[in-house]
């Protein structure tokens, strides 16, 4: 038999094409270990230090691995239950001062225990806008004027005045960080490294994939985590994502686009479960600019919109609800009589337009690319009726950010998700805040001074009934912007997990993800 | 041939000739990517923090990263950085751009090899019975089939498979890397698509081929039908099929980013797409340099393989040329 001589390359080729694809698969690794709880996300990771908090899915993957000093609760409410570090907090109004005691006997994830001198090291670096680590978030703490270690588990925190909100909007962000370690290694040492006190251990962060936990077997709440390994994953595309919730690939999805989610009804394996959010989603318009600039043009468009026929062709009547109000529904701060505030009424439009000196207007929103388009589109056709003619400007999220923080956007539309405290939802209107100007670079002396006396008021039931005047200045009179409606989150999760009741709330910062540790195996 | 010899030869000289030619390509390229992406709007540092961050906070991040220097100095600082190892740091992630590289590149290399290799043979083998059998039934099916995987959109042709094959059949994972497995479905998604283009233009050239005299001089010499059909009739077709799967390379990188972002790819690719959007400068720039070398390499391969496909091609006058 003739054996060619060309069979001896070709043997050669194919068997270095499967040693290299061998050799390349082998370099990453595979499958979920068993015992392995995945939640999917539509954006990732970024930082995971609790100091930067960058956005709101970094967040997800400190709370797994850092226990916060207090939990979210509605307007000046303490909670000091589950998982948090502080024990008990008490609060004198004359002086000022919040005393925080500590749980004794927690440890971060390489053996130290945590005492006060952490908790006040992590003020300090949120407080601290010279060196790095400089947060985002501190304005948050700019009511603070001290906060002193009073013992080996207690410390105290003064105001530099009356601050209701201090709870909600300030506390709720420290995740005690370990002060020993870091000043000993330097932050730069704590990329990598992230010790927290939490109920899991960071073991890998494998950017725009995952990043995955293991149980911290010595956490100092008895029995927990009830599972074993974590991992939080990032798709890309919401279509496999709802795929591998199916497939049970995954086991929770963060969130998901509302039409998907419902073709999810008929899928037995997946339980189509959501979480109110407290957030705005709004049309934000620009009070630098002509015509913006004119309370009765700002009208004028809210008049010419009907939101519930935007929901029904563009959204979902079961998670949007409709409303003009900053705070939901069933929240203390929500005030009475907005249901109904600005129904569509094209001829009212009209005559407000009349009365500011215009026939008609030509304007343009801008738009992060993605579903909000849809219902602008529906909105832009309602709006023409009351001789409103808008463009869309479709940009992806830099360039969009970028634009309306420079005032160059006469409209926008978009989301800004608070917490608990209907200050949260309000303080972007102060005309000194960092960011007014992404809500529409609103000024206004008298709302100002209502929302700073709210925040000082110690008796809950006056407090609200500042805040209620707030949003009457902000929305009734001056209709600072057009809010659409309220969402409830979908966070559909396969039938093989059991996830505590109490955990679906709308006042929680995260939801159901903030307390992994106490789901179960179904 | 000893190795003295060979450095001496035409070959390793055209070889050498074209690196140094190819240096120039390169600087330019990195000059385009540099000014394309810090030109462009949306500041790294607030996409980062999000629309609630402060002004020092910003200015704390652009200070930290370098980015409140002058545009030149930022360009020369990262150049001399490449050259040294250093590819900086990556915005987003704070990590190293080089070892993000490191690790996510194996899996795209995976996705492109393996995806080029099906295109290529299935493609090949496509194109030459179609013009060894034109008009035939094979022919117009082949021909349709081409046109179908070509028309498709990748990212809806991945999400059909994977409604398909992985959720209705359960054959395969629905995404992320759970083993070779996972390279199935994305794999032919990247292949069916180029193996279309090859196919046409291989059935093209082959038909254009077949016709030559000395083909016809070949088959009169009593040369057997697949000596005829490889050795003379292939090989001879093949060098613009070559050209044109070079030129593929860099669009390989452009499926991948579509196919790794459909099918949760944990590869380059979709690490590329988040880079972009958060103007990670140094993540992109890095990624981009990597797939522009890529194309200078695979330009040079091609080069150099014409003169193994066709003896006949002189390196001399592919010089001049």
Redesign the interface.
């Known amino acids: 038999m003739k054996i060619s001589n060309r069979k001896p390359t070709v043997v050669l080729i194919a068997a270095i094409?499967v040693i290299?694809?061998?050799g390349?698969?082998g370099?990453?690794?595979?499958?979920d270990d068993e015992d392995t709880v995945v939640v999917g996300m539509t954006e990732?990771v970024?930082?995971l230090n609790p100091i930067?908090q960058?956005?709101t899915y970094s967040v997800y993957a400190i709370q797994q691995m850092y226990d916060p000093l207090v939990r979210d609760a509605p307007d000046g409410e303490i909670n000091t239950e589950g998982n948090t570090v502080a024990d008990d907090i008490q609060f004198d109004e004359d002086e000022l001062t919040y005393t925080i005691e500590l749980q004794e006997g927690i440890y971060f994830h390489h053996g130290e225990e945590l005492t006060a001198e952490d908790v006040v090291f992590t003020f300090e670096a949120f407080m601290d806008?010279?060196e790095?680590p400089?947060?985002?978030?501190?304005?948050n703490f700019d009511p603070i004027a001290d906060v002193e270690q009073t013992g080996e588990y207690e410390l105290e925190i003064i105001l530099e005045e009356l601050y209701m909100p201090l709870e909600s909007d300030t506390l709720i962000l420290v995740f005690p960080v370990p002060k020993d370690y870091i000043e000993e290694n330097g932050w730069d040492e704590y990329?990598g490294n992230w010790y927290g006190t939490g109920p899991y251990e960071f073991v890998e962060?494998?950017?725009?994939?995952?990043v995955k936990f293991e149980a911290n077997d010595d956490y100092w709440r008895e029995g927990l985590p009830n599972i074993e390994n974590l991992r939080l994953?990032?798709?890309?595309?919401e279509?496999?994502?709802q795929?591998?919730l199916?497939?049970g690939?995954i086991h929770f999805a963060e969130r998901m686009d509302p039409d998907l989610f419902r073709d999810l009804d008929d899928v037995d394996e997946v339980e189509t479960t959501s979480n109110p959010e407290v957030s705005t989603n709004a049309i934000w318009m620009n009070h630098k600019e002509e015509p913006w600039d004119d309370v009765n043009v700002r009208k004028a468009l809210a008049y010419a919109i009907d939101m519930d026929d935007v929901i029904a062709g563009a959204g979902d009547p079961d998670l949007h609800t409709s409303t003009r109000a900053v705070v939901p529904t069933d929240h203390p701060a929500h005030p009475d009589g907005f249901e109904d505030l600005y129904e569509q009424d094209i001829e009212r439009a009209k005559e407000l337009l009349d009365e500011a000196g215009y026939d008609e207007i030509e304007s343009t929103v801008y738009v992060n690319v993605g579903p909000r388009v849809d219902e602008l589109e529906i909105i832009q056709d309602q709006v023409t009726e009351a001789n409103i003619h808008l463009e869309l400007n479709e940009l992806?999220?830099?360039?969009y950010?970028?634009?309306v923080?420079a005032g160059e956007a006469p409209l926008w539309s978009?989301g800004?998700t608070g917490r608990a405290s209907a200050n949260s939802q309000l303080e972007?209107y102060n005309s000194w805040h960092?960011?007014n100007d992404?809500g529409g670079f609103y000024n206004n002396t008298e709302f100002e001074e209502v929302l700073a006396e709210a925040n000082r008021e110690p008796d809950f039931d006056d407090r609200m009934e500042l805040y209620h005047e707030a949003q009457e200045i902000l929305i009734k009179e001056d209709c600072a912007f057009f809010n659409r409606f309220m969402e409830d989150l979908p966070q559909p999760h396969h039938e093989s997990i059991d996830i505590p009741e109490q955990h679906w709330n709308p006042y929680m910062d995260a939801g159901p993800i903030a307390y992994i540790a106490e789901w179960e195996w179904a | 041939m000893k190795i003295r010899e060979y450095i001496e030869s035409k070959r390793a000289r055209f070889i050498v000739t074209r690196i140094v030619k190819s240096i120039p390509v390169f600087f330019l390229a990195s000059i385009i990517i540099f000014l394309i992406m810090h030109l462009?709007?949306?500041?790294?540092a607030?996409?980062?923090?999000?629309?609630?961050?402060?002004?020092?906070?910003i200015e704390?991040?652009q200070q930290?990263l370098g980015l409140d220097q002058p545009l030149y100095r930022q360009y020369l600082n990262y150049m001399s950085g490449v050259f040294q190892g250093d590819w900086g740091v990556?915005i987003?992630?704070?990590?190293p751009v080089l070892e993000?590289i490191r690790?996510?590149m194996?899996?795209t290399?995976?996705l492109m090899?393996?995806g080029l290799?099906i295109s290529v043979i299935m493609g090949i083998t496509m194109g030459v019975l179609g013009a060894l059998n034109p008009n035939s039934i094979f022919d117009y099916s082949s021909t349709v089939m081409a046109l179908f995987w070509r028309s498709i959109p990748s990212?809806w042709l991945g999400?059909l498979f994977?409604?398909v094959f992985?959720?209705e059949f359960?054959w395969f994972?629905?995404?992320?890397?759970?083993?070779?497995i996972s390279?199935v479905l994305p794999m032919m998604v990247i292949g069916l698509r180029l193996q279309a283009i090859i196919a046409r233009l291989t059935r093209s050239q082959m038909l254009d081929v077949l016709t030559k005299d000395y083909i016809k001089s070949a088959k009169t010499k009593g040369l057997k039908r697949k000596a005829v059909i490889i050795k003379h009739g292939l090989r001879n077709a093949l060098i613009p099929v070559v050209t044109v799967i070079a030129l593929r390379v860099p669009w390989l990188f452009g499926g991948a980013v579509i196919t790794?972002?459909?099918?949760?790819y944990?590869g380059m690719g979709?690490?590329l797409?988040?880079g972009v959007?958060?103007?990670d400068f140094p993540l992109v720039q890095g990624i981009v340099l990597v797939i522009c070398i890529s194309a200078i390499i695979a330009n040079l391969i091609a080069d150099v393989s014409y003169t193994y496909i066709d003896p006949r091609i002189d390196i001399d006058s592919q010089r001049k040329g």
Not at chain 1, 27 to 31: D, M, T
Not at chain 2, 48 to 56: I, P
């Open positions: 094409l290299g694809i061998a390349l698969s370099c990453i690794e595979g499958e990732e970024t930082d930067i960058a956005d806008t010279e790095y400089v947060s985002p978030r501190a304005e990329e962060h494998t950017p725009a994939e995952h994953r990032v798709f890309g595309e279509t496999t994502l795929m591998s199916q497939q690939e992806e999220w830099g360039t950010l970028e634009d923080r978009s800004w972007l960092g960011f992404y | 462009s709007p949306g500041d790294p607030e996409i980062m923090l999000g629309a609630g961050a402060t002004e020092e906070a704390s991040i930290r990556s987003r992630y704070n990590q993000l690790t996510r194996p899996l290399l995976l090899g393996s290799i990212f999400i994977l409604y992985a959720l359960g994972p629905i995404g992320g890397w759970q083993g070779p390279l790794e972002t459909v099918f949760a944990p979709s690490m797409v988040r959007l958060s103007r």
